[in-house]
């Protein structure tokens, strides 16, 4: 097999790395909870913990206000106060918050730093077409993500000469080049992390309004921060009711 050229091979890597870092890490926790349900509880408590002191330990965000939840969150697993199942929401809730806040930290990086995104092998400013409307002009998610706008960033990824002609602008591919990146496009297409899975999972369950309509997802940190907190209301709530009648 003849190999790319350095500088070739260089942005084929770039392209399956900014593809996947920028959609699979923050977009598709739905496929990492499916590789990772089978652990052990003991595991996923001591994970959850784990994950709780990481999150309170960042400075980049301001989420001091989880300290109530924390501390609800370990009376509920110290004192067995929850089902399995709810154990479950619980251990999901503060990994999916733990990725996002990853995500965040990720895209907030590089937006300050245009050469950190370059060197990650995205433009500077655009990490995905701009017309698709998922980034500002820093490169920083917009807070609002709409479905129609990830439908398009559907339609760009099943169209591998689209995606060449944006990751390789004012590059000429010769046809071998071309050809080997082609293929490569087409495996990243059969992997379960690929972001053609994460991106077919987030538009298949994009919530909708109470009219029918779909709604915005959020890419806010204090939406994020919420949704932890109201699982974890929910299920202290439950838990006290239970208590109160005698059932745990």
């Known amino acids: 097999m003849i190999c790319l050229d350095n ?19 923050s977009w598709s926790r739905s496929l990492s909870w499916s590789r990772s349900r089978s652990r052990s509880w003991s595991w996923s408590r001591s994970r959850s913990r784990s994950l709780l002191e990481a999150l309170f330990d960042k400075k980049s965000y ?10 609800i969150i370990e009376r509920l697993l110290e004192r067995k106060l929850v089902s399995e199942s709810d154990e ?9 918050l733990g990725f996002q806040a ?23 400013g655009e990490p995905l077409p701009a ?5 500002d002009t820093r490169g920083f998610p917009l807070p609002e993500q ?41 495996y990243l297409k059969t992997c379960s992390w690929s972001p053609h899975e994460a991106v077919r999972i987030a538009v298949e369950n ?5 009219d029918g309509s779909y709604g915005v997802c959020a890419f806010d940190m204090d939406v994020f921060v919420r ?18 009648e005698g059932g745990v």
């Open 7 to 25: 500088d070739n091979r260089s942005l084929s890597r770039s392209l399956s790395r900014s593809l996947s870092l920028s959609l699979s890490r």
């Open 146 to 186: 709409k479905r129609e706008n990830w439908i398009a960033l559907q339609n760009w990824l099943n169209d591998p000469e689209a995606i060449l002609s944006f990751c390789f602008e004012g590059k000429e591919l010769s046809a071998l080049d071309r050809e080997i990146l082609l293929d490569d496009l087409e």
């Open 206 to 210: 994009w919530p909708k309004n109470d």
């Open 227 to 244: 949704d932890l907190e109201r699982v974890v209301d929910n299920i202290w709530l439950l838990a006290e009711m239970k208590k109160r």
């Open 102 to 124: 990853y995500a965040l930290d990720w895209f907030d990086e590089q937006a300050k730093n245009p050469k950190l995104m370059e060197q990650r092998g995205m433009k500077p």
């Open 131 to 135: 017309y698709l409307g998922l980034f």
């Open 88 to 96: 479950e929401k619980i251990v999901r809730a503060v990994a999916t």
């Open 62 to 71: 301001n989420i001091t206000k989880l300290n109530k939840t924390q501390g």
